[in-house]
T-cell receptor, first 114, second 113 residues
Framework: ETGVTQTPRHLVMGMTNKKSLKCEQH?????MYWYKQSAKKPLELMFV???????ENNSVPSRFSPECPNSSHLFLHLHTLQPEDSALYLCASSQEDGTNYEQYFGPGTRLTVT | DAKTTQPPSMDCAEGRAANLPCNHS???????VYWYRQIHSQGPQYIIHGLKNNETNEMASLIITEDRKSSTLILPHATLRDTAVYYCIVRVVRMDSSYKLIFGSGTRLLVRP
């Protein structure tokens, strides 16, 4: 248990569906991240939120829409996805204070787009 | 651009030391070297990090060369549960102090019984 939880753990959705991934951190951290891990590829950083402000958006298609309502919660809203978006989506958090350096990852949501 | 180079796979015998190398020849003076590992289908787990000096914690030791162009992660007594993909990462420092971890392909370590 890392203190970062993600729901659901598995999701199957059609290309016309709308769904949301949820991440919650119980560590009191002030930064949260979304990563994508496709089969046979390295983890790719998608979004970074620091103090609830989005500070990074790595050219992610608009069909992925992040939301950070407070420092403990992060969502990834999905709509009109493509089969190539099937992947493991990982959430992470960290404390941005210049002294702590670790990111803590959740277990991920395995997404399959049919 | 991951800025690090690692062998794709390694193996070692259970109970022996596992030494995982990493090259980071373009590392900048203020960039840290991080190691994470990812056990199958789980989220990555932080192991250790360092800047210049060698570091040790309860999981591993990190040896960084004097020129900082390479490092070695050492698992002193590998167990079967250490079988995982190990990522060597150079931390990209941002002006607003938040940072990115750029993951490469890592080294797949297999610990043999």
């Amino acid at each position: 248990e890392t203190g970062v939880t993600q729901t659901p753990r598995h999701l199957v959705m059609g290309m016309t569906n709308k769904k949301s991934l949820k991440c919650e951190q119980h560590l009191g951290h002030n930064a949260m991240y979304w990563y994508k891990q496709s089969a046979k590829k390295p983890l790719e950083l998608m979004f970074v939120y620091s103090l609830e402000e989005r500070v990074e958006n790595n050219s992610v298609p608009s069909r992925f829409s992040p939301e950070c309502p407070n420092s403990s919660h992060l969502f990834l809203h999905l709509h009109t996805l493509q089969p190539e978006d099937s992947a493991l989506y990982l959430c992470a958090s960290s404390q941005e204070d210049g002294t702590n350096y670790e990111q803590y990852f959740g277990p991920g949501t395995r997404l399959t787009v049919t | 651009d991951a800025k690090t180079t690692q062998p794709p796979s390694m193996d070692c015998a259970e109970g022996r030391a596992a030494n995982l190398p990493c090259n980071h020849s373009t590392i900048s003076g203020n960039e840290y070297v991080y190691w994470y590992r990812q056990i199958h289908s789980q989220g990555p787990q932080y192991i250790i990090h360092g800047l210049k000096n060698n570091e040790t914690n309860e999981m591993a030791s990190l040896i960084i060369t004097e020129d900082r162009k390479s490092s070695t992660l050492i698992l002193p007594h590998a167990t079967l549960r250490d079988t995982a993909v190990y990522y060597c990462i150079v931390r990209v420092v941002r002006m607003d102090s938040s940072y990115k971890l750029i993951f490469g392909s890592g080294t797949r370590l297999l610990v043999r019984p």
